[in-house]
């Protein structure tokens, strides 16, 4: 059974950084494309980033852009989200996934992806 696990979420001040990060067990994603997506009460959930099997190619939504950096550990079966100069419109509960295939931003932003995560809840306060 494929299980992503994220942590790293908590409160922040406006203008603070946080690390999420995403353990994949049960199989092998090292070849995986994996992202970041997030959800705001009230809204729906929404892509925020993603990442490549081999960490060649990277995407971001533009709110995010200069401020996120996503990464990967393929010998850790870890993916990270690197969140700086946060703001009270970064809060959400943020979902780790990953997906079988790799496409073009477009589809990967809006296509279902396979595995998902639990979640951890970011808060930005201002």
């Known amino acids: 059974q494929a299980q992503l696990v994220e942590s790293g979420g908590g409160l922040v001040q406006t203008g603070g950084s946080l690390r999420l990060s995403c353990v994949a067990s049960g199989r092998t994603f090292t070849s995986l494309p994996m992202g970041w997506f997030r959800q705001a009460p009230g809204k729906e959930r929404e892509f925020v980033a993603a990442i490549s099997g081999r960490g060649s190619t990277k995407y971001y939504r533009d709110a995010v852009k200069g401020r996120f950096t996503i990464s990967r550990d393929n010998a850790k079966n870890t993916v990270y989200l690197q969140m700086n100069s946060l703001k009270p419109d970064d809060t959400a509960r943020y979902f780790c996934?990953?997906?079988?295939?790799?496409?073009?931003?477009?589809?990967?932003?809006?296509?279902?992806?396979?595995?998902w995560g639990q979640g951890t809840q970011v808060t930005v306060s201002s």
């Open positions: 996934a990953a997906r079988n295939t790799w496409s073009t931003i477009i589809v990967v932003a809006s296509s279902p992806w396979n595995y």
